[in-house]
Nanobody, 123 residues
Framework: QVQLVESGGGLVQAGGSLRLSCAAS????????MGWFRQAPGKERELVAA????????HYLDSVKGRFTISRDNAKNTVYLQMNSLKPEDTAVYFC????????????????WGQGAQVTVSS
């Protein structure tokens, strides 16, 4: 079993930056896929970014490419999402995810989920 705890959400003005962190505990492995999803009100949950040693380069949602960066610190069992040049349309609850299967096509089916962190970008 893996537990995921997110931190770093909040309110920011458009153009600002936030960094989300997700600390994993329990049974963890450095080769686990890890990623971030988001869900805005009235919309489906979507994959924002994912990282997996088996796939190679990180995967990003097209609308966040060049603005968001996913990274991980295996020594700390932590994955990060650095979000720059934030836009009001980035407003959503962001969920950390781990384990499961990440396909090179960009589909990710995680086994574990965090509780979610609210990110609100004001215009």
């Amino acid at each position: 079993q893996v537990q995921l705890v997110e931190s770093g959400g909040g309110l920011v003005q458009a153009g600002g930056s936030l960094r989300l962190s997700c600390a994993a505990s329990g049974r963890t492995y450095s080769n686990y896929p890890m990623g971030w999803f988001r869900q805005a009100p009235g919309k489906e949950r979507e994959l924002v970014a994912a990282i997996s040693w088996s796939v190679g380069s990180p995967h990003y949602l097209d609308s966040v490419k060049g603005r968001f960066t996913i990274s991980r610190d295996n020594a700390k069992n932590t994955v990060y999402l650095q979000m720059n040049s934030l836009k009001p349309e980035d407003t959503a609850v962001y969920f950390c995810a781990a384990g499961g299967i990440f396909y090179s096509s960009g589909t990710y089916r995680p086994d574990y989920w965090g509780q979610g962190a609210q990110v609100t970008v004001s215009s």
